[in-house]
């Protein structure tokens, strides 16, 4: 049920500029140190889309990969304004997309326009960071389940090519809050969350489920203990190199 490979994925938000470069430089310079002690971690910043192509032009790098936030549910060129599809964001550099995250959800995102939004990105060959989650109310009513439940079984079709796509487990009232599950709590979703996925779409293998809201260098360490977890979604705490990097290093210890 665990993957070897443990992802390290950081979801910008609306931040940076131009002179961010430095921050994802000084990520850069600690992945290639710490590549040759462990090679089974995988970093990736999720950044603005007007960042992208600067970012992956500049960086040039076989350690950190680029990833988009989110993509048009459009496929083609057409009248979308402020749109931007997933064939563009592949042009641009990135090679991975968030989709389903709970802040576009509360826009008004349903899971058939996630799925769509899916299937576009597969289709430009973007991996898909897949984000599914309960909100507070939901989780009071004892109905994590039945919802991410649900996100998985309306926003992905079994055609899907599952080898490209990670799921990233958020609880939505964790994001931000400071608040995180507990760790018996997060063993029984993750198990639920694998052992569903496979018996859906007969896979042979379990999917890769990262973990995300409020992760930082404090609570790492008891992330660390729980095996089902593959990785991790990282939102305020990526803005920062120290902050991101220590995540990484208090993850090893």
């Known amino acids: 049920m665990t993957n070897k490979l443990k992802y390290f ?16 430089k000084r990520i850069n310079n600690f992945c290639l140190k710490f590549r040759k002690k462990n090679k089974n971690s995988k970093v990736i910043l999720c950044v603005p889309n007007i960042l992208i192509n600067f970012f ?16 048009s549910h459009n496929k083609n060129y057409g009248p979308f304004t402020g749109s931007v599809s997933a064939s563009m964001l592949k042009k641009s550099g990135a090679n ?3 989709l389903g995250h709970s802040e576009n959800r509360f826009e008004g995102e ?34 994590t389940f039945s919802v991410i439940g649900n996100q998985l079984k309306k926003s992905i079709k079994k055609s899907f090519d599952k080898n490209k796509i990670i799921i990233a487990y958020e609880p939505v009232w964790s994001i931000g809050s400071g608040k995180i599950p507990k760790k018996n709590e997060l063993i029984k979703t993750f198990k639920f969350i694998k052992n569903l996925y496979k018996k ?17 260098n404090k609570n790492i360490t008891l992330f660390s203990k ?20 220590d995540i990484i290093k208090k993850y090893y210890k």
Not at 117 to 129: H, R
Not at 200 to 216: A, I, R
Not at 237 to 244: D, G, I, R
């Open 9 to 24: 994925i950081g979801n910008w938000k609306m931040f940076g500029d131009f002179s961010s470069l430095k921050i994802i």
């Open 56 to 71: 992956s032009s500049k960086l040039n790098s076989d350690v950190i990969s680029i990833g988009a936030q989110n993509c």
């Open 96 to 98: 991975y997309v968030i």
């Open 110 to 143: 349903s899971n058939k326009l996630i799925m769509q939004k899916i299937e576009n990105a597969l289709e430009a060959n973007l991996k898909v960071i897949f984000c599914i989650g309960e909100t507070q109310k939901q989780k009071n009513k004892c109905q």
């Open 200 to 216: 859906l779409f007969k896979t042979k293998k379990y999917p890769k489920v990262l973990y995300g809201g409020s992760v930082n």
């Open 226 to 245: 729980i095996s089902e977890i593959d990785g991790f979604l990282i939102g305020g705490a990526s803005q920062s190199s120290k902050k991101f990097i």
